[in-house]
């Protein structure tokens, strides 16, 4: 049988994205399977006794559990790794079981975590209620400003941790900037780059450490799995992180790491469509309502930073209507084609409304302290027509007399 040359860097390195996407990581079992097969098994079988002690000594290379590895996981792991340009990458149940893992794994107590202000919900539940919990101390900052990042580092500073563009007043964070800050002081760069997905844009080069993604959004983007996946050096994964997840456990399962695996063939197809879309709709939005943020257009405060390290502007828009709760909920029950909903990263158009919702649980000040009132809406563009999308939002803002 032909031989796949999936998992061999040497040759996969070399392929363009595209490639990459479709076949990176693939590894055939014997039956010659043109797609990849689903390895639903939990444990592994050796040849002989001294087989399987080499394999726990880590001395031979193959299967031993799934909590520690899983050839449909690792083909996925190997494509992931490639699309990012990372050394290693490991991936997991959710995308908060991503972001768990990294921060846990990498912090102590009397350590301290700097966090973007502006972040989805559930990190920032981690990164104020969580952590300090085990004795890491957090603060967060503005984080469109580099400089708050230089102002709140301290001696045991360990880490950094942001989203750019971030959930979901779209801040844009200075990444470059901020790596040299925490590199300065001795601390990791972390980012979230769940908004941007590696189509438009790579951490990594712009001098972050280590990236974490929830893999749920525009990686599956057909709203089907949860998944997530973390990525960075080699040493790292293996000091760090997985010296913590191999016995915590919050890996992802074979099956749901086959649906991801095989939508990353089209991720790149997607992306680039939802982009397109969401310009469109930012476009129409802008003329309509004032208060449309959208990174791709020039009316975003951050525009140029955005496009500096952005190959587009991303498939979320931002608008914060005047008329507060009322207005935005008016506006989500005239859509008749967008639906409601708090995921992102669809091939359906969603819309939401954070302070009713995704970040519900934070209090009106702390939302209010990272952009959030009570009329921002957030839209997360699919792959419609475009013009089938700016139909209904033009109908909607007229049934609310926008
Ligand atoms: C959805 C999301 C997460 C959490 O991912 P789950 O897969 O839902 O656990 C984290 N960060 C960002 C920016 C997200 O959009």
């Not at 050394?87 to 908060?96: L, Y």
């Not at 900037?177 to 712009?206: K, T, Y």
Request: proline share 3%; charged share 20%; with cysteine.
């Amino acid at each position: 049988m032909k031989k796949t040359t999936g998992q061999d860097r040497a040759i996969t390195a070399r392929w363009r994205p595209a490639t990459q996407m479709v076949r990176g990581g693939t590894a055939r079992s014997n039956y010659g399977e043109t797609s990849e097969a689903i390895f639903l098994s939990s444990g592994f079988c050796y040849d002989n006794a001294e087989e399987a002690a080499a394999r726990f000594r880590g001395e031979a290379k193959g299967m031993t559990y799934s909590r520690l590895q899983n050839p449909t996981v690792e083909m996925l792991e190997e494509r992931l790794a490639l699309l990012e340009g990372a050394e290693a990458c490991r991936v997991s149940a959710s995308g908060m079981a991503a972001m768990t893992g990294m921060l846990m794994s990498t912090l102590s107590a009397g350590d301290h975590l700097i966090g973007g202000r502006a972040a989805f919900g559930s990190c920032r539940v981690l990164v104020d209620n969580i952590l300090p919990r085990f004795g890491i101390e957090t603060t967060t900052v503005d984080a469109r400003d580099a400089q708050a990042f230089a102002k709140a580092m301290r001696p045991n500073t360990r880490a950094v941790f942001l989203e750019t563009p971030a959930n979901p007043t779209l801040d844009i964070v200075d990444l470059r900037a901020v790596a040299d800050i925490a590199h300065n002081g001795g601390a990791l760069v972390m980012v979230d780059n769940a908004f941007a997905s590696p189509i438009v844009q790579r951490p990594l080069e712009l001098g972050a450490d280590i990236v974490a993604y929830s893999a749920t959004k525009l990686m599956d983007g057909q709203g089907r799995v949860l998944a997530g996946a973390v990525l960075g050096p080699e040493e790292w994964m293996e000091k760090s992180y997985l010296a913590f997840t191999r016995h915590t456990g919050p890996i992802l399962s074979a099956f749901n790491a086959w649906v991801v695996l095989k939508s990353l063939e089209t991720l790149e197809l997607r992306v680039t469509r939802a982009c397109e879309n969401a310009l469109k709709v930012a476009r129409f939005l802008s003329q309509r309502v004032p208060g449309t943020l959208y990174p791709g257009l020039e009316s975003h405060p951050q525009h140029a930073l955005a496009m500096s390290q952005m190959r587009a502007g991303g498939t979320i828009i931002a608008l914060h209507l005047e008329g507060g709760r009322a207005e935005a909920h008016g506006l989500l029950d005239a859509l008749q084609l967008i639906d409601i909903s708090n995921n992102v990263g669809d091939s359906r158009t969603l819309m939401t409304h954070p302070a009713s919702t995704t970040h519900a649980s934070m209090s009106v000040e702390a939302r209010e302290e990272m952009g959030i009132v009570e009329g921002t809406l957030r839209l997360s563009v699919g792959l419609e027509d475009a013009d089938d999308l700016i139909d209904d939002l033009d109908q909607a803002l007229r049934a609310i007399g926008l």
